[in-house]
């Protein structure tokens, strides 16, 4: 899930305070006896800006309607509400009739029985499974279960660093080790320019590195019942190891725990404010922000050296946004028929190259634009290095918990407080209880 930088405070507050209820697909204008209905659709902020999005979706919008007739209201809405709105939508039972929701929370979706289950006859109805990736098909609900959502783009994370930044200060190429990674960083920290940008206001970005750090310590924020067990040893190591890159390593800027849009980091990195940051697939946000491509450099994120006793060589979570039909659309025909256009062929090659994720059907891949360098160290990576969420019923709750206990803790090192292991265990423990764990 790739939450991005809004353009105005006043776009985000009118998006923010739409009604649940003018969104409701019993309130489209076409009507559920129509012929040719509107639906609404909820688009998940993937470009750099709410704007882009618009601007990126709109000719494809056109091209669906031209086709069947079928209008679409589209939303983007910020990641900073997404989930709240969704989960608001499946009480009130006035929500879009298609929306897009990160990889990560279909469990907890499909829990409440507000969406669609593509069983294998509603499957066919929008081109069949076997098109998927295996990887991202498998990210789409409880196990088990037929999926609750179909994989629209594919995300892995990485490291991007800036290669003529490296060449300048005499590193010869990407670190592999994360004391590799703060050597270099402490080198390129100077002047007001720093080696390593975070998104420290954020709950996804925080989560998401979290995971994959206490998988490398040899962790788990779920046992093997589904208890959370978010206050471990390991846990603890690995979130203070974020905080450290503030507050002890000194290569990220403190200013960085206020980044909560979705892509201060990013923009950081391509404007060249800071040499490297852990981000997922953006060559089409970094183009677009004007980075020379030749400058862009990606490899897998780092791992500990030596590994932790039970550490496993993850460098990333299998991410990811998926596509759901809310289960009381008026209009599921139609739902159905935008479900399937915008996983066709054609709209994953040209989504996917406009954002700089990866498709998720694997005959797009026989575009050139996705036989480059990069998009190869990410699909290495989703192969060999990336691990899915916990899918678990309170997956999108931890998120929530432990995401915003990073955003306090990177609060309190921003201002020069000393964030200490007992510290992260107590509010690790704070969020764990918010589950009832």
Known sequence: MRPTKLTTMAFVATLAAVPLAA?????????SAASHPTLTYWASNQGTSLQDDQQVLAPQIAKFTRETGIKVNVQVIPWTTLLTQITAATVSGKGPDVLNIGNTWSPSLQATGAFVQFTPTVMGQVGGSSRFLTGSLSATGQPGKPPTAVPLYSLAYGLYYNKAQFAAAGISGPPGTWAQLIADGKKLTRNGHWGLAIEGGSVSENIHLAFALSQQQ?????DAAAKPTFDTPQNVAAVKQMIDFMQADKVTNPADAQYSKGTEALTDFATGKTSMVIWQASAGSLAKLG?????????PVPLPSPMPAGGKSVTSMVAGINLAVFKNTKNMSAALQFVKFMTSTPEQESLNSTYGSLPTVSAAYSDPAFQTPAVNTFLSILKSSAAPMPPVAKESAF??????????LYADAATGKAVTDSMIAQALTQAQAQLGG
Do not use: K, N, R, Y
């Open 23 to 31: 969104c409701s697909s019993s309130s489209s204008s076409g009507g």
């Open 218 to 222: 040899g962790g788990a924020f779920f």
């Open 291 to 299: 980075m020379t491509p030749a400058d862009i450099g990606v490899a």
């Open 399 to 408: 998120e929530t918990a432990v995401g915003t206990a990073l955003i306090h």
